[in-house]
């Protein structure tokens, strides 16, 4: 069974640090992988998605993909308050195929 | 990325009733899909909808509980029938864009009493 997992936290950081949102996953043929930002009542949004070992930056965001050890980060840099929300981790074995979620991360940025 | 609206936003149903969530997309995409995020969960795939043929459900999801229609590549519905309150969930289409990357509806918040 394919598996995707995340620590729930809460993950507390005061305004202006770096959050590292970390995933694991089960199954090494995995392809894409996906972070998804979700504020409370409202449907996941697409933040980020890599597709190869390394880096890839987007403004504040820098996700990480190490698929010998099948991990994948999320680094928030210079956190706001306004970056408090679940951050789910997402993954899929073939291209444009469904996706099997973690449960989420929360992350709390304290002024 | 593809504008998603769903229909209804929220709904509160009585138990034994069937509720009908729409999904329209502005643009045609190839494969569209059916989540359910249970309250303080995360999102479980329910089926993907296939267009012009049966859904393709996932364990512990049937066509009885759960029948999706998918007549065209912009538009599909799931129907929670005889429902009970444990299918109180927030219900979320999502299609997959022309880079591989999956976009979500704004999602139906169904609460059952």
């Known amino acids: 069974q394919k598996e995707v997992e995340q620590n729930s936290g809460p993950l507390s950081v005061p305004e202006g640090a770096i959050a590292s949102l970390n995933c694991t996953y089960s199954?090494?043929?995995?392809?894409?992988f996906f972070w998804y930002r979700q504020y409370s009542g409202k449907s996941p949004e697409l933040i980020m998605s890599i597709y190869s070992n390394g880096d890839k930056e987007d403004g504040r965001f820098t996700a990480q993909l190490n698929k010998a050890s099948q991990y994948v980060s999320l680094l928030i840099r210079d956190s706001q308050p306004s970056d408090s929300a679940t951050y789910l981790c997402a993954v899929n074995f073939q291209p444009g195929n469904m996706l099997t979620f973690g449960g989420g991360t929360r992350l709390m940025v304290k002024p | 990325s593809a504008v998603i609206s769903q229909k209804p936003s929220r709904d509160i149903c009585q138990r034994g009733t069937s509720l009908t969530i729409q999904c329209q997309v502005d643009s045609q995409v190839t494969m569209m899909f059916w989540y359910r995020q249970q309250p303080g969960q995360s999102l479980t795939l329910i089926a993907t909808?296939?267009?012009?043929?049966?859904?393709?459900?996932e364990s512990g999801f049937v066509i009885d509980k759960f029948p999706i229609s998918r007549p065209n590549l912009t538009f599909s519905t799931l129907t929670v029938s005889n429902m009970s309150p444990e299918d109180s969930s927030i219900y979320l289409c999502s299609v997959v864009g022309s880079t591989y990357e999956q976009y979500f509806g704004p999602g139906t918040r169904l609460t059952v009493t």
């Open positions: 909808a296939n267009q012009g043929s049966e859904a393709t459900y």
């Open positions: 199954d090494r043929g995995s392809q894409s």
